[in-house]
Structure formats: C-alpha cells, structure tokens
C-alpha cells in the first residue's frame, strides 16, 4: 500500500474517532429515564478512550507527512437510549472492522508500530462493543 493511501484512511478512522466523541457526549446528554445516571456515565467514559485513540492518529498522520482532518463523520440521529445504544453499537463493531483492516494494511506497508498499536485498538473497540451488547441483551421494550 501507498503512503499516500494509508494517510487517507487513517485520516478515514481519525474522522470516526471524532465523530464517537461527539457521539457520545451528545448522547450522554441526551439519555432519560431511571437509568440516565448510568447510561450517562457510560458514554461519558467512552469519550476518554475514543479520545486517546483520536490523539494517536492525529500524531501518526502528521509523522507519515500527512496533514489530519478536522471533519468529524456525521453522528446518526437517535432519540430513544434503545436507538442510542443501538447506534453507538454499530459504530464501535464499524470501528474493530475498520481497524482489523487497517493493521493488516500497516503490517503491508512495513509498519509494525502502528499495526501493534491498531491492534490495541481493536481490543478496545471490541471492549466498547461487548459492553455494549450486554447493556442491550436484557433491555426492556
Ligand atoms: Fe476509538
Ligand atoms: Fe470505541
């Protein structure tokens, strides 16, 4: 793969990075009912990791000799904690793929840093969404 090309989706992922963020802050905002504290406090925590991984890529795009966005991907609109729940769940399986693909593309390239360091990141992705998944196995309806 071309440097070029690998600048282009890292700065692909660094959009996610910064969308999840939004994401996850807008909803902490947004959850109702008795389990607001919780829920609340769980997409708030999620913004630290998302926001390390953001930090991570920002640094790799500029060493690679790229120039990092600074345009967030679009956060889907969601108005129940359920439909909430359910979007972050697709975002964060969207990122352990994403980043599956792309440490397999680092190694390609000759970059064993940073495949290590996305396959850290695919631990942490896969965390989010596991979690997740058991907050909405035995959600009411
Ligand atoms: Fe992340
Ligand atoms: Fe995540």
Same mark, same amino acid.
Not at 75 to 101: F, K
Not at 108 to 114: I, R, S
């Given at each position: 793969?071309?440097?070029?090309?690998?600048?282009?989706?890292?700065?692909?992922?660094?959009?996610?990075?910064?969308?999840?963020?939004?994401?996850?802050?807008?909803?902490?905002?947004?959850? $109702?009912?008795?389990? *607001? %504290?919780?829920?609340?406090?769980?997409?708030?925590? +999620?913004?630290?990791?998302?926001? !390390?991984? @953001?930090?991570?890529?920002?640094?790799?795009?500029?060493?690679?000799?790229?120039?990092? $966005?600074?345009?967030? *991907? %679009?956060?889907?609109?969601?108005?129940?904690?359920? +439909?909430?729940?359910?979007?972050? !769940?697709? @975002?964060?399986?969207?990122?352990?793929?994403?980043?599956?693909?792309?440490?397999?593309?680092?190694?390609?390239?000759?970059?064993?840093?940073?495949?290590?360091?996305?396959?850290?990141?695919?631990?942490?992705?896969?965390?989010?969404?596991?979690?997740?998944?058991?907050?909405?196995?035995?959600?009411?309806?």
């Amino acid at each position: 793969m071309e440097k070029q090309t690998l600048i282009e989706k890292l700065n692909l992922d660094l959009a996610g990075e910064f969308g999840a963020i939004i994401q996850y802050l807008t909803y902490a905002a947004k959850v $109702t009912g008795p389990y *607001r %504290p919780q829920l609340s406090q769980f997409f708030l925590t +999620e913004v630290a990791d998302e926001q !390390l991984h @953001a930090q991570f890529l920002a640094n790799k795009i500029v060493a690679l000799g790229g120039q990092p $966005t600074t345009t967030p *991907r %679009p956060v889907p609109p969601a108005n129940t904690n359920r +439909e909430m729940l359910n979007a972050v !769940l697709a @975002a964060e399986r969207q990122a352990t793929s994403d980043y599956t693909e792309r440490a397999k593309q680092a190694e390609e390239f000759g970059d064993k840093g940073l495949a290590v360091q996305l396959e850290d990141m695919v631990r942490d992705e896969s965390g989010h969404s596991e979690e997740t998944e058991r907050i909405l196995r035995d959600w009411p309806l």
